[in-house]
């Protein structure tokens, strides 16, 4: 079965060290990988994809095919990068968009 | 470009009442989704739709319908509330499904309450 877990619901750092939310899966095929991101009273929104190899605000997200593994990464956290973050896999022609269960990320001053 | 609009943003109902959350999106998106969010569960599938006239069932259908009569519109329908279908529930759509690299444009949310 396909599955996407994201194993800490919730995360707390301090601001300035460094963030890494954990998105592993299990899927048949090769996956593209999103992180989608939901601030405080806003809207759901895409952080970044895996196919584009981009740093969004800091981020990076590394794809690790050997242990399936998508993980989102900040150097330095910020006190702005408080939000509920999901990975989410996406299979060429799949129907389904199917998220993690996400992982509340806290900043601490 | 007004993107994905969900109405209304909040609604509280009494257990048994029905109702329609309404979603409509103005860019010609070909695929539709509706999904509610819920503490500890994260974001769950309920139904989405690859076109207009075609549904299908996501992760947790049960209670809810939906139509696609149209390319923009999407209403999902409680038939009956009951107090396990409180959540805050979000539209998506994005251009095609058929792409990989396509991504979700979501509406702000819709916070339901079944008392």
């Known amino acids: 079965a396909q599955r996407v877990t994201q194993p800490e619901k919730l995360l707390s750092v301090f601001k300035g060290a460094p963030v890494e939310l954990k998105c592993n899966y299990s899927y048949s095929g090769s996956p593209e990988l999103f992180w989608y991101v939901q601030y405080s009273r806003q809207r759901l929104q895409l952080l970044l994809r895996?196919?584009s190899r981009e740093s969004i605000k800091g981020f990076t997200a590394d794809l690790n095919k050997g242990e399936t593994s998508f993980h989102l990464k900040k150097p330095f956290a910020q006190e702005e990068d408080s939000a509920m973050y999901y990975c989410a896999p996406v299979i060429q022609g799949a129907q389904k968009l199917v998220f993690g269960q996400g992982t509340r990320l806290t900043i601490n001053p | 470009n007004a993107g994905v609009t969900q109405t209304p943003k909040f609604q509280v109902l009494k257990t048994g009442q029905s109702m329609t959350l309404q979603c409509a999106q103005d860019?010609?998106?070909?695929?539709m989704s509706w999904y509610r969010q819920d503490p500890g569960m994260g974001l769950r599938l309920i139904h989405y739709?690859?076109?207009?006239?075609?549904?299908d069932q996501g992760e947790v259908p049960n209670g809810y319908n939906v139509s696609r009569s149209t390319t923009e519109d999407f209403p999902l329908r409680l038939l009956s509330a009951a107090p396990s279908q409180t959540s805050v529930y979000f539209c998506?759509?994005?251009?095609?499904?058929?792409?990989?690299?396509?991504?979700?444009?979501f509406g702000s949310g819709t916070q339901l309450s079944v008392l």
């Open positions: 895996h196919i």
């Open positions: 860019m010609n998106h070909e695929y």
């Open positions: 998506a759509s994005s251009l095609s499904y058929s792409s990989r690299n396509e991504k979700l444009f």
């Open positions: 739709s690859v076109g207009a006239g075609i549904t």
